[in-house]
């Protein structure tokens, strides 16, 4: 028989590993400085050490910092303007949720051309030997889609798993993430298959900007959850689910499938941080690092920028 002094510890101890996870949703921001503005930030560590920032901005827009704390402007990827991304815009040069990574000696640089409510959207390719400003070659149409597709080509990772097969996830509201293989080649779609990998339908399909990460045996799948963009009244929030296959399923920490609305929440609304959403991670000396965007009390939105370590198989923000 179980003695009611063992029920009671149980239940101390998960309360305790309950208060524990939900404290770690409310962490704060590591310190940065210099220029600090961002939006739908990604971050890749340069074979030099440095670090290279792109960010949603008129054309695409670049920071750089030596040691990961100061932050300053590096200028457009494309400072003579981007016309192929018009037709999706509206004629705005404003580019959205850029993902930057290094591969095969050269950077790659996914990126979207779109309009607030509309899935008339595209997803481009450019690359570059240097990652600097004007040196950005136009790698041209990755994937779009319609105001008919019923999903949104937006908000582009490239994820390359442990058999170095190269994937995209991507997606914004409608009917959630997709996944799609890639030619390493060509950093395009090697075939048409999209596989849905998460959704809310019944949340109004309020979730986004995807970020695939593999760690130990799991693909772990980042998304941000309800509204951006909205300044300090912005609802965004970090959720994350794993899957032993990159294409899912996805589950989180008490086995819902992502597919459903699944998610578990790692960061959200807390004092004067507003909105915390649309993160990416990347490998560095200390660890995994997590960066995203909120808005501070006056609304601006401001890079954050936080460690990740690992916890009976879950990621936890310190």
Same mark, same amino acid.
């Given at each position: 028989?179980?003695?009611?002094? /063992? #029920?009671?510890?149980?239940?101390?101890?998960?309360?305790?590993?309950?208060?524990?996870?939900?404290?770690?949703? =409310?962490?704060?921001?590591?310190?940065?400085?210099?220029?600090?503005?961002?939006?739908?930030?990604?971050?890749? /560590?340069?074979?030099?050490?440095?670090?290279?920032?792109? =960010?949603? @901005?008129?054309?695409?827009?670049?920071?750089?910092?030596?040691?990961?704390?100061?932050?300053?402007?590096?200028?457009?990827?494309?400072?003579? &303007?981007?016309?192929?991304?018009?037709?999706?815009?509206?004629?705005?040069?404003? #580019?959205?949720?850029?993902?930057?990574?290094?591969? +095969?000696?050269?950077?790659?640089?996914? =990126?979207?051309?779109?309009?607030?409510?509309?899935?008339?959207?595209?997803?481009?390719?450019?690359?570059?030997?240097? @990652?600097?400003? $004007?040196?950005?070659?136009?790698?041209?149409?990755?994937?779009?889609?319609?105001?008919?597709?019923?999903?949104?080509?937006?908000?582009? +990772?490239?994820?390359?798993?442990?058999?170095?097969?190269?994937?995209?996830?991507? &997606?914004?509201?409608?009917?959630?993430? /997709?996944?799609?293989? #890639?030619?390493?080649?060509? @950093? /395009?779609?090697?075939?048409?298959? #999209?596989?849905?990998?998460?959704?809310?339908?019944?949340?109004?399909?309020?979730?986004?900007?995807?970020?695939?990460?593999?760690? %130990?045996?799991? =693909?772990?799948?980042?998304?941000?959850?309800?509204?951006?963009?909205? %300044?300090?009244?912005?609802?965004?929030?970090?959720?994350? %689910?794993?899957?032993?296959?990159?294409? $899912?399923?996805?589950?989180?920490?008490?086995?819902?499938?992502?597919?459903? $609305?699944?998610?578990?929440?790692?960061?959200?609304?807390?004092?004067?941080?507003?909105?915390?959403?649309?993160?990416?991670?990347?490998?560095? +000396?200390?660890?995994?690092?997590?960066?995203?965007?909120?808005?501070?009390?006056? $609304?601006?939105?401001?890079?954050?920028? +936080?460690?990740?370590?690992?916890?009976? %198989?879950?990621?936890?923000?310190?």
């Amino acid at each position: 028989m179980i003695s009611l002094r /063992k #029920l009671a510890m149980g239940s101390i101890l998960a309360t305790t590993a309950l208060a524990a996870m939900i404290t770690r949703q =409310y962490v704060g921001p590591g310190p940065v400085n210099g220029d600090t503005f961002i939006h739908d930030p990604t971050v890749v /560590k340069t074979p030099s050490g440095t670090y290279l920032a792109a =960010y949603t @901005g008129d054309n695409v827009q670049l920071k750089t910092s030596t040691d990961r704390t100061t932050w300053r402007d590096a200028g457009p990827v494309f400072p003579n &303007g981007a016309p192929w991304t018009t037709p999706y815009t509206g004629g705005s040069r404003n #580019l959205w949720a850029p993902d930057i990574s290094y591969h +095969n000696g050269r950077y790659y640089l996914y =990126y979207s051309a779109s309009s607030f409510g509309s899935s008339r959207s595209a997803i481009f390719l450019a690359t570059s030997a240097t @990652g600097a400003s $004007g040196s950005w070659t136009n790698q041209g149409l990755v994937i779009e889609s319609t105001a008919t597709s019923n999903y949104n080509a937006i908000d582009p +990772n490239l994820i390359v798993d442990t058999d170095g097969r190269w994937w995209m996830s991507f &997606g914004s509201f409608w009917s959630g993430i /997709k996944i799609v293989q #890639l030619n390493p080649s060509t @950093g /395009k779609p090697a075939n048409n298959n #999209l596989v849905s990998i998460a959704s809310r339908p019944s949340n109004g399909g309020a979730v986004e900007a995807p970020y695939i990460v593999r760690r %130990g045996n799991y =693909y772990f799948l980042w998304v941000s959850f309800d509204s951006c963009c909205q %300044g300090a009244a912005s609802t965004y929030r970090i959720m994350v %689910g794993r899957s032993t296959s990159v294409t $899912g399923p996805y589950l989180d920490r008490n086995g819902r499938n992502m597919m459903q $609305g699944g998610g578990t929440q790692m960061l959200a609304t807390h004092g004067s941080i507003h909105g915390p959403g649309h993160n990416s991670i990347f490998a560095d +000396n200390d660890g995994d690092v997590l960066v995203y965007h909120y808005y501070n009390n006056a $609304g601006v939105a401001q890079l954050g920028i +936080n460690l990740v370590r690992y916890e009976s %198989g879950w990621p936890v923000i310190y």
